[in-house]
């Protein structure tokens, strides 16, 4: 149980086109998900927090203009990486608090591989 | 603010020697205590929790974990590595009370390496 799916795992895009990932817990609905960004050899950067229904919450730093989040389904939460440069090439991972229980724990996509020529 | 310490970047290990990475945190109170493995390329796979009861507690995997209050730590270990424990390793908290959606706060983490 908890599995957390991303798509697409791998995309190439153009400078100035805009990309979505698509994030969606297959077993247990989540009223949260988390986008992170992860920079080779580091740790996971929190960029936000998206909730079932409502606007998402971002983190100091991060254009929410840039990264435009979606969570309209408790199974599926979308980031969309708008007018994409080279910058923006990164690792995206999402994640989904499963609700059951106390609730505390999340579960993590397999990640997707941004690269912006 | 809150704060965890992965004090090792990088651990190399024999193939069936024991392994111990180590986790401090600061927090205003426990918090929620978790350790993921992220394989190359991959999402993070949790590996074991802890929020109250038995400091020691047993994960996936063959790992355990010791919760010290005194030391603010919380400490993984596993007896016998094998070469697929090969991963970078994060250790990360979660408030206790829920406050921010328990919002993980991670380690920088740290590379296990396993030698043959």
């Not at chain 1, 929410?64 to 989040?69: A, M, N, P």
Request: positive net charge; proline residues 5%; glycine residues 8%.
């Amino acid at each position: 149980g908890a599995v957390v799916s991303q798509h697409p795992s791998r995309v190439i895009c153009k400078s100035g086109t805009s990309v979505k990932i698509e994030c969606r817990s297959l077993d247990f609905q989540a009223t949260t998900m988390f986008w992170y960004r992860q920079f080779p050899k580091q740790s996971l950067m929190l960029m936000a927090t998206s909730n079932e229904g409502s606007k998402a919450t971002y983190e100091q730093g991060v254009e929410k203009d840039k990264f435009l989040i979606n969570h309209a389904s408790l199974t599926l939460s979308t980031l969309t990486v708008t007018s994409a440069h080279p910058e923006d090439s990164s690792f995206y991972i999402c994640s989904a608090r499963d609700p059951k229980g106390t609730g505390e724990t999340q579960y993590f996509g397999p990640g997707t591989r941004l690269l912006v020529l | 603010a809150q704060s965890v310490t992965q004090p090792d970047i990088h651990i190399t290990v024999s193939e069936g020697a024991s392994l111990e990475l180590r986790c401090n945190y600061s927090y205003g109170a426990t918090p929620y205590l978790f350790w993921y493995v992220q394989s190359p390329g991959q999402g993070l796979q949790l590996l074991l929790k802890y929020f109250s009861g038995d400091t020691l507690v047993q994960g996936i995997k063959g790992f355990e974990a010791e919760f010290k209050r005194s030391q603010s730590s919380f400490n993984l270990r596993k007896p016998s590595v094998h070469w697929s424990d090969a991963a970078e390793y994060f250790c990360a908290v979660a408030p206790l009370s829920g406050g921010s959606n328990y919002k993980l706060t991670f380690g920088k983490g740290t590379l296990l390496t396993v030698n043959p």
